[in-house]
């Protein structure tokens, strides 16, 4: 298994274009979460996935849409970059069993907006 | 909302000593995760605690959650600079089926030889 797989790895944009970044997971998990990263604040919630087809916000929804048509991938699109979403983006899939759940990470795509 | 913090924010140890980090939760915890990160390098997951008291250990590093689940502790005995990184507290909300999810602020943990 590849685990949770992220594209780029690395990324600059000028204020004001748009991208996708791209996430997949090989592991049949129902739910998918993106999060950014950010000096001294930890991991903030973006979006999440509880199945195809399901999506809804987190902490930071702001200026970032999420789409679920398959299983396997959570593509994370930002609409019109601004230097504030200059980040680490980290995608995780996860699976529960009874009351808990154990999250798998992607290695992070490295965002600069100028 | 719920908040995680963490202390000490950075931690520079000698290679054998032991050392602890903290996690406090303004709110009761449903589950408390410990991740570490590499520069770089996406989460790792350590271990996780649910019930008051619990304790759980893996190799040399021992994590435990106190009775009323809103503090949790991190300790590595003998510490190697393989145990270098960045420690990661995380909360389940409990709503949501779990997929709320905050995360502390990390502790930096360097280990010199």
């Not at chain 1, 980040?87 to 999250?103: D, H, K, N, P, R």
Request: overall charge neutral.
């Amino acid at each position: 298994n590849a685990g949770v797989t992220q594209t780029p790895k690395f990324q600059v944009l000028k204020t004001g274009q748009s991208m996708t970044l791209q996430c997949a997971q090989d592991m049949n998990h129902e739910y998918m979460s993106w999060y950014r990263q950010d000096p001294g604040m930890g991991l903030r919630l973006i979006h999440y996935s509880v199945g195809a087809g399901i999506t809804d916000q987190g902490e930071v929804p702001n200026g970032y849409n999420v789409s679920r048509s398959t299983t396997e991938d959570f593509p994370l699109r930002l609409l019109s970059a601004a230097p504030s979403q200059t980040s680490v983006y980290f995608c995780a899939s996860s699976y529960s069993y009874g009351s808990t759940y154990e999250q798998y990470f992607g290695p992070g795509t490295r965002l600069t907006v100028t | 909302s719920q908040e995680l913090e963490q202390s000490p924010q950075s931690l520079i140890v000698q290679e054998g000593k032991n050392l602890t980090i903290n996690c406090t939760s303004s709110k009761t915890l449903y589950g408390l995760y410990w991740y570490k990160q590499k520069y770089g390098e996406g989460l790792i997951f350590l271990m996780m605690l649910q019930k008051g008291g619990e304790e759980k250990s893996h190799e040399k590093i021992t994590a435990k959650l106190d009775e009323k689940k809103q503090q949790s502790s991190l300790h590595i005995t003998a510490s190697q600079p393989s145990h270098a990184g960045i420690y990661l507290c995380g909360a389940d909300k409990g709503d949501n089926y779990g997929q709320n999810f905050v995360f502390g602020p990390g502790t930096r943990l360097s280990v010199l030889p």
